[in-house]
């Protein structure tokens, strides 16, 4: 007889092989056929809402490693709430306008947007921008993402436009938009001024030099400096070329200035940086004339270098005694500082460059030559007429423009401006209401805004929201009307923002507008656009409030930390200015995806890893199970080798659930589920053990740790289950009767566990779940998506259980290091050839001794004999291999093999089984 087709051999077409690649794709399209995410919502409908808002990312290329990363994280955690009961609808959506997209339009079709019809370039850029939402939908959806798909939210929308034009009409309201001409950062190779959140900042060398002005010492002079005339003040400057703007120098109020005799010449500089100036310049003889603190200087006035015209010495806090000279050159029209400054002085604010970074200025030669390039020419002007004191070069952090990567001046223009600084106080306190993941997150947001200056919001290109602003023709005051921004955003919410570039001035304003200074009826349009992070921080307006699934504010947003300064900062501040509230309850940042060495990817660094090859080589689950293998809160480290672990990891979930499915083919579970408090013991000790997996799981995904899920289940699956419970219920699974109460036993537990282990994983391995749940016996769900999270079962352990598997698994840990060493020693070959003697202590005998005569079952061998130990508390093991004969059926080493003479090579039992199966028998 063939006793191998007597055995309940696992069955199942869950494959071994999972072929991601090709298995998910059809999981994909099972799911549009049933039509899955709209399954969930009218399950869900009525339910308690989770709303995760989606931060859009820049319609203009095909996802990157970064963005796979953060859909698949706000993915797993709208399944999770959507597990857990809550209705929670998810809305992808895509950012469109602005320069990258004005950039790669030019790029392509070789045209210069200045000769075009501004609407047949906005025409190319949409085109476009939708090219690449269509591609980057595709790409997500590959990653097994689920979403309101058909309805993203775009800011090219004319509905959007129409709310973003409206949140600027509450600011207008409020009295948070001005005009002014201030120093802005500004792309002179893309020709627009840029916002705090578009800079970045990269290592360059520079000029450095120090430049003496001569104070200038006249009858209103105190008498203690004008005896030792001439003196002379040097400022430090790593930007010559803003020299020209120069119209001040700036002490530090509180310090103390030295006034030198060096190499025979007089100079007041600040005392902390005598020596290091010293070393710099070369001074070889240098004596203390006098002492001052600088708020004594106030007033004093010096020479420009080669300018006509004298400069204030003026006061400011900002001044440091740690670099430079203490004195610092003063140009209003080219920083922040310098302007505020001026404010303060009534400075007049120069800036003589044009868009394209040029001189307009005739001085020294300098109209119509770029800004670096008059450095050269003002340091020599400086050598050759005795006032360049140093000339070298320092290597600092300087800011480069986020899209073109080149660096960028600070430049003084006509901007618009929202009022950040009369709503600040507001804003920082706003966060305590915020849960900030990770929470070192909220210092970080909290020390940018503290420092963020006013927000400019308007940009000198074509593609995008237009400033909804008018001004007279006859005394050019801008019209700031709300009625007018409210006109215009009807018309908008109609026709969308190309109608600011199709109509007239006069065809956009209501009849009858006037401007309020002169009474002129005759208008022009602002040419300029919204900032585009204007565009993406009003959506909590176009998006959550708008529609209807939605609510606000948001439960989470959820981006990576660079956004502290984009999309969480900038919908920050729009919300509290024209709502009072934040728009999120909790904010999650993750770090950046980074090489093995921790290194940022780069083209250049050759370290770039597309999600789309990762998807068609490996599949999305292992991408996905690679997210959720990171801890998130810190960079997130990638490569082959990473990959080929998580390979690894998924391939024992994956073998391990298809073990269970495998054993599970005859199962039925409205019939065979064998009661909870009939379980074997064996059975009910896994069940405890899952009960706390599933706690720690639970857990875990409460708090976003999904790393430690991963850890969770992985360490469960080779643990507990394969390395133990699986391997020993595999001769009750396959040697016991079908229908034994044993085997079903076996049977409920992993149908049992399975079913939670798939729940759990949804969120995650989406795919894989999917696929194992369609393979999962009894009735059940259209998709695992729809399931509720799993309920504890209702078994626990009490002291003394748990004591006595505790006793059992130091047993057990002793058993296996003698079996090993026996195996080694060619003792025995298979473990089922030994019998034990285990030698243990009373205590120990005391729990063990309940196993019923279990232990050779539970530690894999065909007899053991437990005894007591008097002498120490220590385990010892011996082994003996077994002289009985092995049935050929079960393996087991028995001394009743070979006594039946119609089955001389079966044990009792398997030929109770055979003749059970035949009809030979009674049943059993």
Known sequence: MDYSKTLNLPKTNFAMKANLPEKEREIQRYWGEIDLYRLIRGKRAGRPKFILHDGPPYANGDIHLGQALNKIMKDTIVRYHTMLGEDAPYVPGWDTHGLPTEQQVAKITKRDRRTIDPLEWRRECRNFAAKYIDRQREEFKRLGVLGDWDNPYVTFDPNYEASQIRVFKELVKKNLVYRALKPVYWCYHCETSLAEAEIEYKETTSPSIIVSFRLILDGSSADTLRDKDPIYVPIWTTTPWTLPGNTAIALNPNAKYLLIEADQKRFILVEERLSAVRELVGWKDVTLLGEFLGKDLEGYKAQHPFEDREVPLVLGDHVSTEEGTGAVHTAPGHGPEDYEVGLKYNLPVLSPIDELGRFTTETLGLKGMNVLEANKVIISYLEE???????GTVNHDYPHCWRCRKPVIFRATEQWFIDVNSFRDVALKSLDSVEWIPPWSKNRMVGMLEVRPDWCISRQRIWGVPLPIFYCKRCNSPLLDTEVIEYVARIFEKEGSDSW???SAEELLPDGTVCPK?????????????????DSGSSFAGVLKRNRDLSFPADMY???????????????????????IPPYRKVLTHGFVVDESGKKMSKSLGNVIDPQEI??????????LWVASSDFRSDIKVSKNILNQIVEAYRKIRNTIRFMLGNLYDFDPERDTVPLDKLDILDRWVLSEWNELLDRVKTAYDEYEFHMVFHSVHSF????LSSFYLDVIKDRLYVELPTSPKRRSAQTTLYSILKGILKILAPIMVHTAEEAWQHLPGQKELSVHLEDWPDRFSISLNQEEMDMWRHFFAVRDEVNKKLDEARQNKVIGNSLEAKLKVFVPATTYSYISRFNGQLGELLLVSEVELLIKDS???????IIPLEYNKCQRCWMYTPDVGKDERYPDLCERCISVIE?????????
């Open 872 to 878: 120490s508390d220590s385990i010892e093991v011996e």
């Open 916 to 924: 059970n199966i035949t009809g030979k028998g009674e049943d059993r």
């Open 385 to 391: 007429n005795g006032k360049l004191l140093y000339n």
């Open 615 to 624: 998807v068609n080589s490996l599949g999305a689950d292992v991408l996905r």
């Open 558 to 580: 959820l981006e990576g930390s660079d956004q502290h300064r984009g999309w969480f900062q900038t919908s920050l501040l729009l919300s509290v200015a024209t709502e009072g």
């Open 518 to 534: 002169c009474g002129s009826k005759e208008f022009e349009k602002e040419k300029d656009i919204m900032d585009v992070w204007f």
């Open 501 to 503: 570039f199709r109509y």
């Open 717 to 720: 699956c080779v643990n507990q």
